[in-house]
């Protein structure tokens, strides 16, 4: 299967042809992984950010405090995470590609809002900076705690998109793919970062800005008396009208009908659970992100994601280089969860190992998925410090 990668050659159009681009050197900057997400946001065309300080997702606010009203944005620090949630709920209602930055326990607060953002089928990007917990935790630390909370946190059956970002080139590739997917299918997307990665500096080099995809979402062509806000169609993703442009629809967090009515009737309420599911599975490799090292002869893979991937990928190397057939699947897209580039690697491999900062919340969805094909072992670290290259390489060597 071939996978997507989020810095794939862009394909550009000449004589009625498509040819790869020619690669430009960019504009180089030194930028840690917070500064980097915000310039992918505003380079895919944020323009309302609504949020609340908290560590260690603040940088993010900050600094689009003080960029987005130099590009005609607006910027609203709002009283809590709660309320931050439906500001940009809003926003995007009235048109405005909007986001929201927070933490653990700024995300435990907005799950509500975010489920509504699912049932209305309104496009937002939330990023979440993920620290040590549960509560207050470990502030400034490192985790990768949130992973089933971002699939699982907003109650009801419901879909979700949830990215996760290890360099930070990726924050800043990644966010506009976070964009361009929420725009294309109408939903949230999770952004998850963490410390590590929040607060990592390196110089990357930026793309021009004719060199990014960005995806705008579909809006409706009819007059405005034809206009069937929730009406099923091929792709389950219904053209979005924004609120005061005449197309005038009921909005409401209720099951509801194609005009967005509260339904009690059975014909009605199936259709629709089964729509918001089907947009995103139906599109599934349009979602799916991942990248790959040395697996093609691997023996032992190392499955990883976040900060730890870059660890990984040190270890893989290391081992590689002392004869050991390793490799490496770090996972970009964590939900809908990849079991589809997963099992292949699973049946040939002798061990997979998956080290992650929690106590085995990838590492279970793998375990589920393999179903006796191999050995599947966990690295698990949870006092706030990085699992580093040559604890992953013991393993490896062990294996």
């Known amino acids: 299967m071939r996978i997507k ?48 300080p908290i560590t260690p997702a603040t940088e993010i606010s900050e600094i689009m405090a003080h960029r987005l009203p130099s590009v005609g944005g607006t910027f609203i620090q709002m009283e809590d995470e709660i309320a931050s949630m439906g500001a940009i709920v809003g926003a995007s209602m009235a048109g405005a590609k909007a986001m929201s930055a927070t933490s653990g326990p700024g995300f435990s607060l907005m799950q509500e809002n975010l489920g509504y953002a699912c049932a209305t089928e309104v496009p937002c990007v939330l990023v979440n900076v993920m620290r040590g917990g549960p ?25 979700i998109i949830v990215l996760a970002v290890s360099t930070t080139r990726d924050c800043f590739d990644i966010t506009v793919k976070a964009f361009n997917l929420s725009e294309k299918y109408r939903t949230p997307v999770v952004i998850l970062a ?3 990665v929040a607060h990592t500096r390196e110089k990357i080099s930026l793309p021009h800005p004719e060199e990014i995809e960005v995806v705008e979402r579909i809006r409706p062509t009819m007059p405005p008396e034809w206009y069937v806000p929730y009406e099923d169609n091929s792709r389950g993703v219904p053209p979005m009208g924004i609120l005061g442009d005449g197309y005038r629809y009921h909005v409401t967090g209720l099951v509801h009908d194609v005009r967005g009515f509260p339904t009690q009737r059975q014909d009605e309420i199936v259709p629709f659970i089964n729509r918001l599911f089907r947009k995103i599975n139906q599109h599934f490799l349009d979602i799916l992100y991942a990248d790959f090292e040395s697996v093609e002869d691997a023996e032992i893979i190392v499955i990883a994601y976040g900060s730890v991937a870059r660890s990984a990928r040190r270890a893989v190397r290391d081992a590689r280089a002392k004869g050991v057939k390793a490799g490496l699947a770090q996972l970009i897209t964590l939900w809908p969860f990849p079991r589809q580039i997963l099992e292949p690697l699973l049946r040939k491999a002798r061990v997979v190992l998956v080290p992650e900062l929690n106590l085995g919340q990838v590492s279970r969805e793998v375990k589920r998925i393999n179903q006796g094909m191999t050995r599947v072992e966990t690295l698990q670290r949870i006092d706030g410090n990085l699992i580093r290259p040559e604890e992953i390489l013991v393993r490896i060597m062990k294996s």
């Open 194 to 196: 963490d410390e590590v």
């Open 135 to 159: 509560s207050t935790g470990l502030p400034t630390n490192v985790s990768q705690g949130d992973v089933m909370q971002a699939r699982w946190g907003t109650h009801g059956d419901h879909p």
């Open 5 to 52: 990668n989020v810095r794939k050659k862009r394909q550009v159009e000449r004589g009625g042809k498509k040819v790869s681009a020619k690669k430009s050197p960019g504009r180089q900057v030194l930028l840690q992984g917070n500064e980097a997400i915000v310039e992918g946001a505003l380079a895919a065309g944020c323009r309302f950010f609504a949020g609340y």
